[in-house]
């Protein structure tokens, strides 16, 4: 049990991504300086874009309609694709190898000499991703905090707090399917893909229903319907919901990882 | 006192067999080698034990504890160490920083650490991907015995080690052996098995087909008589398997010295040779007729 607390592997994990979670934080704060100090310039062509009705073209995302307003803008442009997207596929990407890599680099065999057990293996790697995921949420949320006050625009801080809180449990819940794809695939690339592809594919789901109102039953089967970032930062309304969906993603994804973990044969190929 | 058991333990991969059916049992102190060529279950055998592949049928125990429990198998891992066959480490740390990781993992007082640096010195700055192959090995060994654990496993150990550094290895292994401990490992290396083990097991085709002292396994092969009479070879009769080379006489006996001295004084003996079996021969023995 007193190894259980040590957190060594964790650490480890953390150690090997702190160069990943450098460049990955970059790229946010990057990119969320651009789009956001972008506004000022962009406002008149949207509003004047969307009064001929070329909005319409955009429907796909929800609240294309608020493109115009700086809540809407940061949604369209940061949050709902960058963000909700782009950045759970990079993370899905990293985390869906964790342990996929060490069975196909045959570097598991000497690690499981050691006194650890396997379900320590898979709850210390989910427990390492934790810190990458909490530096890059909130370096993000700084920066458009900074960037809104340097550029005069109205935004609820109260309310960005929110979309950063509700993203913690959001990117955990990606993390955990992660883990659970890097336990049951022993080959790095299949994993990495599989990874790339489930969002993906969440991602079309979404837009599809959005446009086909016969299919909106659908959009329960994606992770981006239970959380709205438009209505958190416009609003401050969170999707209770949503929350207890993205902890039982966690709570499943993780106990069926250390079950199929704990009776998988690590085989040499 | 057994340190390691095994009762009827197999492991099939779907419908390709492993083992099968494998009873044996390591002493405490003792050094047990694991023979076989390629394929006959060596790997599988050591990764059953270590609770990495979960056995199909029978039982193994290490320190009396049954290895298809989950909880017993990290404890039965503070006190063993292992060398994998096809070692495989972290290439992006360096030398230490692996140590150092496993010595946390270990949580013990690493008390073999000093004497196996000096020993089997490795660049301990550098990053692991810049080892040699011999390097590697030799960190591997580090890492098994650098907390002194009670039995070390190892999955043909010496490959990539120079002769000086084998050497080195066995007076090392028989020191651990002179202080209690136990050591386990495979190898097709027929001279190195002679020269360090006490007892052997040999594997062919997943099954154990002999297992003994080596001394004992060589004195129930017999010896090889090879023998020049001046009579004609056809009369010479009274031994089984019995084989005629460029006018040697050659075969096996069992029998003991003075009885087959007594046999073949019967005969004009012109030249005579009696040789002990090697490992080498038990080995070809035993998977002869085999490819």
């Known amino acids: 049990m007193n190894d259980v607390i040590r957190f ?262 | 006192m057994n340190i390691i058991e095994t009762k009827n333990l197999t492991k099939y991969y779907g419908k390709i067999k492993g083992i099968e059916n494998l009873t044996f049992s390591v002493k405490k102190g003792e050094i047990f080698g694991f023979l076989g060529p390629n394929g006959a279950g060596k790997t599988t055998t050591i990764r059953t034990l270590l609770g990495y592949l979960h056995p199909t049928s029978g039982e193994a125990f290490i320190f009396g504890k049954n290895i298809a429990d989950n909880e017993n198998i990290v404890e039965i891992k503070r006190e063993v160490g292992y060398i994998p066959g096809d070692l495989n480490i972290y290439t992006h740390m360096t030398g230490k920083e692996f140590l150092d990781y496993f010595a946390s993992l270990r949580n013990t007082k690493m008390t073999l650490l000093d004497d196996l640096l000096k020993v089997f010195d490795v660049p301990l700055h550098r990053k692991i991907k810049g080892y040699s192959k011999g390097m590697k090995q030799k960190i591997g060994i580090i890492q098994a015995f650098m907390d002194d654990p009670e039995i070390v496993i190892m999955d043909e150990p010496t490959s990539g080690l120079d002769p000086l550094l084998q050497q080195k290895f066995y007076d090392f292994l028989k020191n651990q052996k002179k202080k209690g401990k136990t050591v386990f490992f495979s190898s097709h290396v027929l001279s190195e098995v002679d020269k360090v083990c006490d007892r052997i097991g040999i594997i062919r085709n997943g099954e154990l087909v002999a297992l003994e002292e080596i001394e004992a396994l060589k004195d129930k092969m017999g010896k090889k008589v090879r023998i020049k009479i001046k009579e004609k070879p056809e009369t010479f009769k009274g031994h089984k398997n019995i084989k005629f080379n460029h006018g040697w006489i050659e075969f096996v006996s069992t029998d003991n010295i003075d009885n087959l001295i007594k046999k073949l004084s019967k005969f004009t003996i012109i030249d005579l040779e009696i040789i002990d079996f090697s490992l080498e021969d038990i080995f070809i023995h035993y998977y002869e007729g085999q490819t």
């Not at chain 1, 460049?23 to 406002?43: D, H, K, N, R, S």
Request: glycine share 4%.
């Open chain 1, 8 to 269: 060594k592997i964790a650490i480890q994990t953390m150690k090997e991504h702190w160069k990943t979670t450098i460049i990955l934080t970059l790229l946010f704060v990057f990119m969320t300086a651009m789009y956001a100090g972008m506004f000022p310039q962009f406002e008149e062509a949207l509003l004047e874009m969307l009064s001929t009705g070329f909005g319409d073209s955009f429907n796909f995302l929800p609240h294309a309609d608020q493109m115009a307003t700086y809540t809407g803008f940061l949604t369209l442009e940061l949050y709902q694709i960058f963000w909700l997207l782009i950045l759970a596929i990079m993370l899905g990407f990293i985390v869906g190898s964790s342990i996929t890599k060490e069975i196909e680099s045959k570097t598991i065999d000497i690690l499981m000499s050691n006194p650890v057990s396997r379900k320590q293996i898979v709850f210390e790697k989910f427990i390492g991703f934790i810190p990458m995921v909490l530096i890059i949420n909130f370096s993000t949320m700084l920066t458009v905090m900074g960037i809104t006050s340097a550029i005069g625009e109205r935004l609820d801080f109260g309310n960005l707090l929110m979309v950063h809180l509700v993203s913690v449990p959001y990117f955990l819940a990606i993390i955990s399917i992660g883990i659970l794809v890097s336990v049951i695939f022993d080959e790095k690339m299949k994993s990495s893909i599989i990874m790339i592809a489930i969002p993906f594919a969440m991602f079309f789901i979404n837009s599809i229903s959005l446009m086909t109102p016969d299919l909106e039953y659908l959009r329960s089967f994606t992770i981006f319907h239970y959380f709205d970032t438009f209505d958190v930062l416009k609003f401050g309304n969170v999707n209770v919901a949503g929350i207890f969906v993205f902890i039982a993603i966690i709570i499943v994804c993780l106990t069926v990882s250390l079950i199929y973990f704990e009776h998988k044969d690590i085989q040499v190929t």
